[in-house]
Nanobody, 128 residues
């Protein structure tokens, strides 16, 4: 059974940092693109970042460029989102998602319609 489990969310002050993890099981992790998405109350879900199977392609939303870093460890079946210089507008539920990558090595896109499998989300709240 394919499963994605996010962790690492919480309450942090503006300017602080968090690292989200996305632990995968039940599928061949290294064949999948991983995306991070977020949804704030009353807003549509938006793509934050993505990384392809070998980590050679990454993309970021303009709103997080220079502050967030996506990575993955295929040996641990885990993807990460390092979030620095957090702002109140980063407050949202963060989700990771997986998309079977064909062909392998293609560039990733952080568009939710492209992803088949989703985690349950982790809350990130940035507030003083």
């Amino acid at each position: 059974q394919l499963q994605l489990v996010e962790s690492g969310g919480g309450l942090v002050q503006p300017g602080g940092s968090l690292r989200l993890s996305c632990a995968a099981s039940g599928f061949t992790f290294q064949l999948y693109t991983i995306g991070w998405f977020r949804q704030a109350p009353g807003k549509e879900r938006e793509g934050v970042s993505c990384i392809n199977s070998i980590g050679g392609s990454t993309n970021y939303a303009d709103s997080v460029k220079g502050r967030f870093t996506i990575s993955r460890d295929n040996a641990k079946n885990t993807a990460y989102l390092q979030m620095n210089s957090l702002k109140p507008e980063d407050t949202a539920v963060y989700y990771c998602a997986a998309d079977f990558e064909a062909p392998l090595g293609r560039q990733c896109i952080a568009e939710s319609r492209a992803y088949e499998y989703w985690g349950q989300g982790t809350q990130v709240t940035v507030s003083s």
